[in-house]
């Protein structure tokens, strides 16, 4: 690998590390019961009588620098108040499990929350860490992590996907691996995620990818600049993985204006560009229910003119007050998006959640909503 500045590496990683802490998606959307990742942590007290967290909608991600989840109409629940965050959850019986940071001697660690339990993967061994996705079958708990180490010429990210605490390698031929999202299937497990390669001076190329029990499938491999942000495995085990393709580079790196960013959603493999209508796109998130596919992402040639959109089996549903999509959930004929909203009069841009393009919840807050998840 060629030569890189450490201070071009370094607000690179830091970069891709927040947008996965999102922070990214994608990065990963929330856990469905097709699998598709997403975040959890405790949400209180739990109902004896269910056996079950409360009915409602569930919201997690980061609140004044602090890993949250929200019940919408109820009190925010604080993880951690050490500038933490919250990256995705999902639930298992009467217990949610949410994956972030925390803050231990200095350093960022990766780790999660069973229910107000935290358990920590990393302990600051490496410059900083984060976990970015989770999934729960059984008695079993897996999730991804990126750990960054640094020195004063060199810069690495190594991504690894835990299983009760005991983290594995994913391997990439490049020194920074990124993990966004997992999903547990029968006695196989699926990790989206991208890998940075080629990297001298502002050239670089971002190679989106799944793994699969730790085997390595590259979804690009040209000179491009994709990622994928989140997975979703069906029950016949086709595999959906969501991101997008930045078009050629051009000299030192610059995105060719005439090859701009898509959404991309690919199927075993094999990629299909999402209509935007409005420009460049990005997927963020996926769900599956039944035979619909559901996919969160942005649209829009400008932060000015963005959109959170959704598709629903590749047709375009736009969020006008929305600025951009983080996370996707359906109950019956519900489709829950969170994102940015559009403050009026403004430039501030505000963590809101929407019902079927209605908003339900925003937060007047410096904070970011993850993932959403539907307790019946």
Known sequence: MKAYSYLTIIGLLSACLLSCKKDSKPKTGTTSTTGTTGKTDTIGKVDTVRNAPPAGVYLVGTIAYNATIWRVGAVPITLSAKNSGAAAFTTQGKDIYTAGYDFLDGKTIACYWK????????????????????????????????????????????????????????????????????????????????????????????????????????????????????????????????????????????????????????????????????????????????????????????????????????????????????????SGNDVYVTGGKQVTGTTDVYPGCWKNGAVISVQAYSSFYNGVMIIP
């Open 115 to 330: 229910n107000n339990n935290i358990i920590r993967l990393t302990f600051g061994g490496e410059s900083s860490a984060s976990a970015t996705a989770i999934a729960v079958q059984g008695n079993d708990v897996y999730v991804t992590a990126g750990l960054i180490n640094a020195t004063e010429y060199t810069v690495a990210q190594i991504a690894y996907c835990y299983k009760n605490g005991v983290g594995t390698v994913l391997p990439s031929p490049a020194n920074y691996t990124y993990a966004t999202g997992v999903v547990v299937k029968g006695n196989d497990v699926y990790v989206s995620g991208y890998y940075i390669n080629s990297v001298t001076g502002e050239d670089y190329y971002v190679h989106a990818c799944y793994w699969k029990n730790g085997v390595l499938n590259i979804l690009d491999s040209t000179e491009n600049r994709s990622t994928a942000n989140g997975i979703a495995v069906t029950n016949n085990s086709d595999v959906y993985v969501v991101g997008s393709n930045l078009g050629s580079p051009n000299f030192r790196g610059k995105n060719n204006t005439n090859d701009p960013q898509r959404a991309v959603c690919w199927k075993n493999g094999t990629p299909a560009t999402l209509p935007t209508n409005l420009g460049p796109g990005s997927a963020a998130a996926i769900t599956i229910k039944g035979n619909d596919v559901y996919i969160a992402g942005t649209a829009g040639r400008s932060s000015d003119t963005t959109n959170a959109v959704y598709w629903k089996n590749g047709s375009l549903i736009v969020i006008p007050d929305a600025k951009n999509a983080s996370a996707i959930a359906v």
